[in-house]
């Protein structure tokens, strides 16, 4: 009866992995079916060089027909000015980004880059020219050398050593081991979420791009951390037309338009002085983020 027991309860597990793989399949068909792949226009055209100016002109948008995400939503960003967006989670903030890196196709409405319609740009050259320092950042099994320079696989040795500065990595790379060869990466050395963040502005560094989102990362850092990134930012963004996908107020204080976003609307807008003289939205979150320090 054994002998019988364990190729049938073999056959049994077999059946099941084969079961779970066609669901996998079936699923990942679905997400397929359901966002059609971006490409690029007959007549894309590359992107044009310009000062960095975005304006989303009354965008709507869902990720599917059901779900309107954005209703009417507009906003324009200067060259060389920050935008950044706050709100409850959900309300819409890293859909604009997405949005701007054109992962998805708007409903209705325009985003323009320099005067220039985003979906007439070739998909190569708009994403060129934007940017991310994402809110987790992938480490690859490699050197940190190496991690950072994929930020441009064309720079220097010496952009290499200014982006490495310029993220205020010095004094934690010499304490490594190895230097900038030390491994890291799933197998090598495991960094925490504040240096992950200063690689990823290393790497953007070396992108050298007019325009920088920046999506911030959920996780409270500790106020070391914070500090020492927050430096990093403003260094970094300045020269560039900066959009903030901010969680913590402390990293939107200095920006030039705040952006305050309710289910996928925008509920008040202005600096952070202004917002907080109006004592609505925006002054209740900082009030409570306040509390909560
Ligand atoms: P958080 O602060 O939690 O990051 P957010 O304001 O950035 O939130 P978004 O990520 O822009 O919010 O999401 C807005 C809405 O869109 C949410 O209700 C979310 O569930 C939905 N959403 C996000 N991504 C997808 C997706 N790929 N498919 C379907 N719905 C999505």
């Given at each position: 009866m054994i002998q019988l027991f364990i190729p049938l309860n073999f056959l049994g597990f077999v059946y099941r992995e084969i079961r779970r793989a066609l669901t996998d399949l079936e699923n990942m068909l679905a997400l397929l079916r359901r966002q059609p792949a971006i490409v690029d226009t007959p007549d894309a055209k590359p992107r044009q060089a310009g000062a960095g100016e975005i304006y989303f002109e009354r965008v709507d948008f869902?990720?599917?027909?059901?779900?309107?995400?954005?209703?009417?939503?507009?906003?324009?960003?200067?060259?060389?000015?920050?935008?950044?967006?706050?709100?409850?989670?959900?309300?819409?903030?890293?859909?604009?980004?997405?949005?701007?890196?054109?992962?998805?196709?708007?409903?209705?409405?325009?985003?323009?880059?320099?005067?220039?319609?985003?979906?007439?740009?070739?998909?190569?050259?708009?994403?060129?020219?934007?940017?991310?320092?994402?809110?987790?950042?992938?480490?690859?099994?490699?050197?940190?050398?190496?991690?950072?320079?994929?930020?441009?696989?064309?720079?220097?040795?010496?952009?290499?050593?200014?982006?490495?500065k310029a993220a205020h990595l010095e004094i934690f790379i010499r304490s490594l081991p190895q230097g900038d060869q030390t491994l890291v990466g799933e197998r090598g050395l495991k960094v925490s979420g504040g240096e992950k963040q200063r690689i990823a502005i290393a790497r953007v560094l070396l992108k050298k791009a007019p325009i920088l989102i920046f999506d911030e990362a959920t996780?409270?850092?500790?106020?070391?951390?914070?500090?020492?990134?927050?430096?990093?930012?403003?260094?970094?963004?300045?020269?560039?037309?900066?959009?903030?996908?901010?969680?913590?107020?402390?990293?939107?204080?200095?920006?030039?338009?705040?952006?305050?976003?309710?289910?996928?609307?925008?509920?008040?807008?202005?600096?952070h002085a202004q917002l907080l003289a109006k004592q609505g939205a925006y002054a209740q979150l900082w009030n409570r983020q306040q509390e909560e320090h």
């Open positions: 869902g990720y599917t027909p059901e779900r309107p995400i954005l209703r009417n939503f507009s906003a324009r960003v200067a060259p060389g000015s920050k935008l950044a967006i706050v709100g409850a989670s959900g309300a819409g903030k890293s859909t604009i980004a997405r949005l701007l890196y054109r992962f998805y196709d708007i409903q209705g409405g325009n985003i323009y880059i320099d005067g220039q319609d985003i979906r007439q740009l070739t998909l190569e050259s708009l994403r060129r020219s934007i940017a991310v320092v994402p809110q987790d950042t992938v480490l690859f099994n490699a050197s940190i050398r190496d991690n950072i320079a994929y930020g441009n696989p064309a720079a220097s040795e010496e952009e290499i050593d200014r982006a490495i996780s409270a850092l500790d106020s070391h951390a914070e500090a020492a990134i927050l430096d990093a930012l403003r260094e970094l963004a300045a020269g560039h037309t900066t959009l903030v996908i901010a969680h913590r107020l402390s990293t939107v204080v200095d920006a030039d338009q705040i952006l305050v976003m309710e289910q996928g609307q925008v509920v008040e807008q202005g600096s």
